[in-house]
């Protein structure tokens, strides 16, 4: 990490610590943060204004947040109230200022506005001692994010955990003004989306998971994936669906058997064939139908790992006879054919294709395709991606993967050469690491992945995550400037109760022996 001065640890010392005599612990850290040295008491006196330019749907979304979270009953008025929204254009995407004095403003774009809102929450969450009346600082916040993309991504294909603990999730990453849900919904262990055209995939093909391979068929139907789709947009939530090809299909193949393109010993029916016309045509249905139900118009087609189980295309008549005629011995080649064909149906849906870092040879199109860094022990991946000009989303094992273990004491996630993911790793990331500063411009953002070949209930995947989501967060949020470890770890500590308050089995960083390890299968 870059060494600060001590008099810019003792500027944002006194910036988060001491404003009119109470902390600020507001995660992710805000860009500024100004002490006006007095005192606004929020209480079931206060009136919001109504936001006339949004038909009042933020107004009335703070007024149920301020009900729902501490009892207080606030009324929405059309004349001046004491919370004021005013909409500015003038911002930035996703920018806001929040100025609490003789009343409280909140200036911003749709999303600024919002996630003012959450600043707003979080100091009045610090303020609460079991009354309705709330003592804040006054002060005045100026707030950017420093990446435009601070996702989570929850593989649902090894575990299945409905649609309840998905909106929970939601709701703490708006909490923590994250902005992308990536929804790992296909795999070799289960299908989870239904599509009308194909019914084997999830009554079939949902059959089963990591854990326990005869588990009735589970999965989300379309209405229910456009519920929660509604209800992330409501947060400012981009959903993005991964579809799983031309590898980790063994769950497609199971209910649909003539797509196959094989496997191998370990990786049985890994593959969908390559070449085959009827492949390429059941893809594009069921990418039509994924298309209709989320508006981010971005596909995830994976693209990774097909080495595991393409060992049948080197005796398909099919492949064999592609690879004459095109003059090549390479399955390589074979999988970058199939790539850009699956290509060429994303962007006939007018979406852009997202591919794990295997996909950046293939030559898939720079202005239309977005790569996933994920192979941290591959460094020229995320080189080649960058060199060759494609936009790149880092989440790379270590430190992003949240079903590594978090401290080296843990057992029953996963560990590389002994390395883990914990707190203070994700919160550097990625300005300790060399390419922090090369091609900035092509780096959208970062992602926190949840693999779930560990996880297998909600009580182990909220102590996988949390606090560690509060990491990701000011990871993505907060600039270099702003940024250090030892302050965001004091403001941390506020959070606790919190979780607890939401009944989160959590990894307590302060107090490790109070929270043991749950299991990898059993538990809550």
């Given at each position: 990490m870059r060494i600060k001065s001590w008099v810019s640890v003792l500027a944002m010392w006194m910036m988060v610590s001491l404003l009119y005599g109470q902390e600020v612990s507001v995660v992710p850290m805000p860009q500024s943060i100004k002490s006006l040295n007095s005192s606004f008491y929020f209480g079931n006196h206060i009136t919001i204004q109504e936001s006339d330019f949004d038909n009042g749907q933020i107004s009335h979304y703070l007024q149920q947040e301020i009900h729902d979270r501490f009892g207080i009953y606030t009324k929405i008025v059309a004349a001046e109230g004491d919370v004021v929204f005013v909409y500015d254009e003038g911002f930035s995407s996703e920018s806001y200022s929040l100025k609490i004095d003789e009343n409280i403003q909140i200036n911003g774009d749709d999303a600024g506005l919002f996630y003012g809102i959450q600043t707003l929450l979080q100091l009045m969450a610090d303020a609460e001692e079991g009354s309705t009346k709330f003592q804040l600082p006054t002060l005045e916040i100026e707030d950017s994010p420093a990446f435009q993309w601070r996702g989570i991504m929850l593989d649902e294909s090894r575990h299945f955990f409905g649609k309840e603990v998905v909106l929970e999730l939601l709701r703490w990453m708006a909490f923590y003004k994250l902005n992308v849900f990536h929804w790992h919904l296909t795999d070799s262990p289960g299908w989870r989306i239904e599509i009308k055209k194909y019914p084997y995939l999830t009554l079939i093909g949902g059959i089963g998971d990591d854990h326990h391979p005869h588990q009735k068929a589970q999965f989300y139907t379309q209405e229910e994936i456009k519920e929660i789709v509604a209800y992330a947009q409501n947060l400012h939530i981009e959903v993005v669906p991964e579809i799983d090809m031309p590898g980790h299909a063994t769950s497609v193949n199971k209910a649909y058997p003539v797509f196959s393109g094989g496997g191998s010993e370990r990786f049985p029916e890994f593959t969908l064939h390559p070449i085959k016309d009827t492949v390429a045509t059941f893809l594009t249905d069921v990418l039509k139908e994924v298309d209709a139900l989320f508006p981010s118009q971005k596909i995830h087609i994976g693209g990774d790992e097909v080495h595991f189980g393409n060992h049948a295309w080197k005796t398909d008549s099919l492949v064999v006879d592609w690879m004459?005629?095109?003059?090549?011995?390479?399955?390589?080649?074979?999988?970058?054919?199939?790539?850009?064909?699956?290509?060429?149906?994303?962007?006939?849906?007018?979406?852009?294709?997202?591919?794990?870092?295997?996909?950046?040879?293939?030559?898939?199109?720079?202005?239309?395709?977005?790569?996933?860094?994920?192979?941290?022990?591959?460094?020229?991946?995320?080189?080649?991606?960058?060199?060759?000009?494609?936009?790149?989303?880092?989440?790379?094992?270590?430190?992003?993967?949240?079903?590594?273990?978090?401290?080296?004491?843990?057992?029953?996630?996963?560990?590389?050469?002994?390395?883990?993911?914990?707190?203070?790793?994700?919160?550097?990331?990625?300005?300790?690491?060399?390419?922090?500063?090369t091609h900035s411009d092509q780096i959208l953002g970062l992602q926190g992945n949840i693999w779930t070949e560990r996880i297998a209930n909600r009580h182990r995947l909220m102590y996988m995550t949390f606090p560690r989501i509060a990491a990701v967060a000011e990871a993505g949020w907060a600039k270099s400037d702003n940024k250090d470890f030892n302050l965001f770890f004091h403001r941390l500590e506020h959070h606790m109760p919190w979780y607890e308050e939401g009944e989160i089995y959590f990894y307590d960083v302060f107090d490790p022996e109070s929270t043991p390890e749950p299991v990898m299968i059993e538990g809550r």
């Open positions: 004459k005629a095109n003059h090549t011995s390479s399955l390589v080649d074979v999988e970058h054919y199939f790539l850009n064909r699956m290509a060429d149906s994303v962007s006939g849906l007018n979406n852009t294709l997202l591919g794990w870092d295997e996909v950046v040879n293939a030559g898939l199109p720079i202005d239309n395709t977005i790569i996933y860094w994920w192979r941290h022990d591959r460094l020229d991946a995320l080189t080649n991606a960058l060199d060759a000009g494609y936009p790149v989303v880092l989440c790379p094992r270590i430190p992003l993967y949240l079903d590594f273990d978090q401290d080296e004491s843990h057992r029953f996630g996963r560990k590389w050469g002994g390395r883990f993911a914990d707190l203070k790793t994700i919160y550097h990331f990625p300005e300790d690491t060399l390419y922090a500063d």
